[in-house]
């Protein structure tokens, strides 16, 4: 699409269903690979960087079914190919989340850094440097990250230098299956974290403190497969709430979390718009009164 012709001045009205989160099914997807057994996950987005990320894993050597309501089930295979190819970590990014599974279970990974040889603005320093933490001989080779450990990973202490959530996830998912126990201080605290968290969990991992910048792994010697949902986009929520307040209109937004939005809820309603919450569903209505800066 070249560009997006808006036609503005009309509030917006109705009931929108929420997709599932992008930035909670990527990683999920990934994660599927530290597992010898299926993972049966529901409430995947129908996007392009989805379907980038099922490609990966086809290539890699996994199974992936995608049935018409966008269940997808990822099957163990003989993963024979342990490089992710450069021309589909480019597109993107969260691509580099296979990293740390195969090397966990495998041993072994070749990733392409996201954008080639430049590590670009949103390094992955903190990926590279946790691993080696764990263990990992890490090498950089004409823009890919070669990574060893054929002794497997072991527990360790990793401090992050910054927060970051696909560092903390790559982290995360390495550590399930390293021997001892990690402890991942400063990590990510966002919603993606702690379902990803909540994914491994479910398959047999043994993970505390998702949700705190603290998280405790201790290793196990393999994780079964299982079924997860992914949660609600909060991006995708959080859009349309403020679409409906700046058209001055009425929404209700169905297959939701409100409380993954409330900093945005809270804003909305310190400024005028009346916002009402259900277990699954947010209400807002913006057009019953004058809304004011804050």
């Known amino acids: 699409v070249d560009k997006l012709l808006i036609r503005g001045g009309n509030p917006l009205t109705g009931t929108v269903t929420i997709s599932g989160s992008k930035n909670s099914a990527l990683p999920i997807l990934a994660a599927s690979i530290l597992s010898e057994e299926s ?69 072994h990974a070749e990733v392409s850094l996201p954008g080639g040889c430049a590590i670009g603005p949103r390094p992955v320093d903190q990926h590279l440097k946790g691993l080696s933490a764990l263990g990992a001989d890490i090498q950089v080779e004409e823009g890919y990250v070669v990574a060893d450990a054929k002794k497997g990973l072991i527990g360790t202490k990793i401090d992050m230098d910054v927060k970051t959530v696909g560092g903390t996830q790559n982290l995360m998912m390495a550590a399930t299956l390293a021997r001892g126990e990690t402890t991942i201080h400063n990590a990510a605290c966002e919603p993606e974290v ?18 705190t910048d603290t998280l405790m792994i201790e290793g196990v010697s ?67 009164h004058d809304l004011t800066a804050v």
Not at 194 to 211: D, K, P, S
Not at 230 to 235: F, T
């Open 39 to 107: 993972l049966r996950i529901a409430n995947v987005p129908h996007l392009n960087d989805v379907t980038t990320m099922i490609e990966l894993l086809g290539t890699i050597g996994l199974d992936v079914t995608v049935e018409e309501n966008m269940t997808i089930e990822v099957r163990a295979g003989d993963i024979l190919n342990l490089r992710a190819p450069y021309d589909l970590v480019k597109t993107m990014r969260a691509s580099f989340l296979v990293l740390g599974p195969l090397l966990a279970i495998h041993g």
């Open 194 to 211: 702690t379902e990803l968290a909540a994914c491994l969990v479910a398959m047999g991992a043994r993970i505390e403190g998702a949700g």
């Open 222 to 288: 393999s994780i079964q497969g299982g079924e997860f949902r992914i949660m609600p986009d909060r991006v995708e929520t959080g859009t349309y709430l403020i679409a409906a307040a700046a058209t001055q209109g009425h929404l209700l937004l169905r297959n939701t979390c409100p409380g993954h939005i409330k900093a945005v809820t809270e804003k909305l309603q310190e400024s005028g718009v009346s916002i009402t919450v259900g277990d699954d569903w947010i209400r807002v209505d913006a057009g019953a």
